[in-house]
């Protein structure tokens, strides 16, 4: 009588408990043109000139950012700026490096308008590395600083430096930055209730200051 070794289950006897204890799903087919849910910060409704910077910041740590190709024509930047309801784009190479920024401001501004009369170019020909600013001239605000700033301390600081938007970085123990944030005059005048304008310093940031 041949004698037998010892048993070994198969991957088929390994499976037949999950038999009486589990389910089977039921799978469906992905609907044409299915977005994907994005994480959302929830920014206070409502600021003043005195409310903490960090209440009008959008981060980057709790929201995604959005990223294009230097590469891609402006027409579809624009695209992807309005289809992702944002203002600013980061410009990344292939290894995910942040090159360069362009803004909503650039592609429909005077910017744009200035380089297609300069360079005798159509807009459908443009890219954006043709319009955007480059990583080297890209100003920003350190994360120490902002997160025991003021709102007003922004609004001040954004009109002195002429622009609708600043990039937050912070620093890891080597002292290398990585964005960790971004500020829009825009996102800030909605919580604050009024419209703060770049190009008036004195001004509108009195207007402000009486506002709040």
């Known amino acids: 009588m041949p004698t037998t070794g010892p048993f070994?289950?198969?991957?088929?006897?390994?499976?037949?408990?999950?038999?009486?204890?589990?389910?089977?799903?039921?799978?469906?087919?992905?609907?044409a043109g299915v977005g994907f849910q994005r994480p959302s910060q929830n920014l206070s409704d409502q600021v003043t000139l005195d409310s903490p910077a960090m209440d009008v910041m959008t981060d980057l740590s709790q929201v995604s950012t959005e990223t294009v190709s230097a590469n891609v024509p402006v027409d579809d930047a624009e695209e992807k700026m309005i289809a992702s309801g944002v203002r600013l784009l980061f410009v990344t190479n292939p290894l995910n490096q942040v090159i360069g920024i362009v803004t909503s401001r650039d592609l429909s501004g005077e910017r744009i308008l200035r380089f297609i009369n300069d360079s005798n170019s159509a807009r459908g020909d443009l890219i954006v590395r043709d319009i955007m600013t480059p990583q080297h001239k890209v100003e920003v605000l350190e994360m120490g600083d902002v997160a025991i700033a003021r709102v007003g301390d922004l609004v001040l600081t954004l009109k002195r430096m002429g622009r609708q938007h600043a990039v937050v970085?912070?620093?890891?123990?080597?002292?290398?930055?990585?964005?960790?944030?971004?500020?829009?005059?825009?996102?800030?005048?909605?919580?604050?209730?009024?419209?703060?304008?770049?190009?008036?310093?004195?001004?509108?940031?009195?207007n402000l200051a009486h506002a709040g």
């Not at 620093?171 to 190009?199: F, P, V, W």
Request: a positive charge.
């Open 169 to 206: 970085v912070d620093r890891n123990r080597g002292g290398e930055q990585t964005i960790r944030g971004l500020l829009s005059t825009t996102q800030i005048g909605r919580q604050l209730g009024e419209s703060i304008d770049t190009t008036d310093v004195a001004g509108s940031f009195a």
């Open 8 to 31: 070994r289950p198969t991957a088929k006897d390994h499976w037949r408990p999950l038999v009486s204890q589990y389910r089977v799903l039921t799978p469906g087919a992905l609907d």
